[in-house]
Each structure stands twice: as structure tokens, then as C-alpha cells.
């Protein structure tokens, strides 16, 4: 029986829609989802949507963190709704209205409420601000999130248990700031493994530059998920949507 694949969004930020489109070819067979980010949505629009899409049933998370009045909010999900993304991003922190905003404007689309950035570290959290130390902050801002309606959650890995356990095994965990051992972290402050992050109640690892900045990213997403096979048991073909 052929192995299904594996709970990875693949952070596509390339430098043009020709290579995020490449990437996205390569790494399908092997992932669940490919990530479009603000950057390549803003510079090429919707069809970057289709363009990574293709021809597969690959599902696609949009990465767009929205974050302004709920009205606002409310049209910007609309109108990205039809392109029918599996995941919709918009900051918790933004408040319950907001949150709820989204969620009934894009009714076949999980709305995911970013928590705390995983770049942030606790004194950043002083600088603007938001109460820490960050688990605390996250575990707040889940909370609300999930009361307002959100389908799914943003946090590091690090935060992730302590999330689940605040609010139950329904709700999507998502969780950016995953390397592989021996990656470099670059601009991400609280990281984990991939198997650290399946292992703390992740659902879905973010993971950009360690496989599209291989020499080749099919191959790169393919050891991964092997890997994730190997060490985590009861890792299965993902079932979070449809993109």
C-alpha cells in the first residue's frame, strides 16, 4: 500500500511564480499542502493560487494574516474564498469580532488564527506590549480565537501541547518554526523538530527553506516524510480539507 502524504505545508516563498510553481510540482507527491505567502500573493495575485495548485488536489494554505476592522477583514476573506484555499490566516490579536468576521465570510474555508509570531521572543512581547511570557500569550489568544469560531490554530511548536490541551482535539494545530535536525533557524526564535512537533499534537508542520532550498526540494520533502514515518507512529495521509 502506497503511503500517503505527509502533514507538511511547504512554505513557498520563491522569487517568482515559475519557481513556486516548480516547487510545488516537486514537493505534491510527498506533502499534504503548499503555503502561499503575503509576498507571493501580493506580487502575482490569484492566479498564484492556481499556479501552484496545478493539476493535483494538493491543498493550499493561505498565508495572508489579516488583521484590521472586522468589516475589512470580513471582505478580504470573501474575496479569497472562491479560490477556494483549505486554510485562511488572520492574527488572533486581532479580536474575537474579527475572527468571526472571517470565519462566516469564507463559511468552506478553515480560518486560522496566528497566536504569537514564532520569531517573537518574550521581550518583544514586553516591547509591544502583550502580556507573556509567549506560552501564556498563546494559550490566551487560542482561547479567544477558538471561542470566536476559528477551525484552526497557528503556534509554535513549543506551545503547541499546552494549546491542545487548552482546547481539545478538534481544532487544527498548525505549527511554523519546524527544522529538521542540524537546519538553521534563521529568522525563527522557539523551534522544534518535525518529530517534536507531530509529537506535542501538531497537525499540520510548516516547513519553507529546509526543502525548497535543497538542491532538490522533491527529494528533500520525500526524506522528511519518510523520516516522519519512521520515528512517529500512526503518521497517515492527511484528511484536514480540501483545497
Do not use: N
Not at 88 to 112: Q, S, W
Not at 131 to 159: I, K, N
Request: glycine share 10%; proline share 7%; charged share 20%.
Amino acid at each position: 500500500m502506497t503511503a500517503g502524504p505527509a502533514p507538511i505545508a511547504v512554505a513557498l516563498d520563491a522569487p517568482d511564480l515559475e519557481t513556486a510553481a516548480r516547487w510545488a510540482t516537486l514537493v505534491t507527491p510527498h506533502v499534504s499542502t503548499v503555503k502561499v505567502g503575503l509576498e507571493l500573493y501580493l506580487r502575482y495575485g490569484p492566479d498564484v493560487v492556481a499556479s501552484v495548485r496545478g493539476a493535483s488536489r494538493v491543498q493550499v494554505f493561505l498565508d495572508l494574516k489579516l488583521h484590521d476592522i472586522p468589516a475589512t477583514v470580513a471582505g478580504a476573506a470573501r474575496a479569497v474564498a472562491r479560490l477556494r484555499p483549505a486554510f485562511l490566516t488572520v492574527h488572533a490579536a486581532g479580536g474575537g469580532a474579527m475572527i468571526r468576521a472571517a470565519v462566516e465570510a469564507a463559511p468552506d474555508t478553515k480560518i486560522a488564527a496566528v497566536t504569537v509570531l514564532t520569531s517573537l521572543k518574550d521581550a518583544d512581547l514586553d516591547d509591544v506590549g502583550l502580556a507573556g511570557p509567549a506560552s501564556d500569550a498563546v494559550r490566551r489568544l487560542a482561547a479567544l480565537a477558538v471561542d470566536a469560531g476559528a477551525q484552526a490554530l497557528v503556534c509554535s511548536p513549543q506551545e503547541a501541547a499546552a494549546v491542545r490541551a487548552e482546547v481539545g482535539p478538534d481544532i487544527t494545530l498548525i505549527t511554523p518554526g519546524v527544522r529538521p535536525l542540524g537546519a538553521d533557524t534563521q529568522d525563527q526564535a522557539r523551534v522544534a523538530t518535525p518529530e517534536q512537533a507531530l509529537a506535542a499534537g501538531a497537525d499540520l508542520l510548516v516547513i519553507g527553506r529546509p526543502i525548497t532550498g535543497a538542491a532538490d526540494p522533491g527529494a528533500a520533502a520525500a526524506g522528511i516524510a519518510a523520516a516522519l514515518r519512521r520515528t512517529v507512529p500512526g503518521v497517515l495521509p492527511s484528511t484536514l480539507g480540501e483545497g
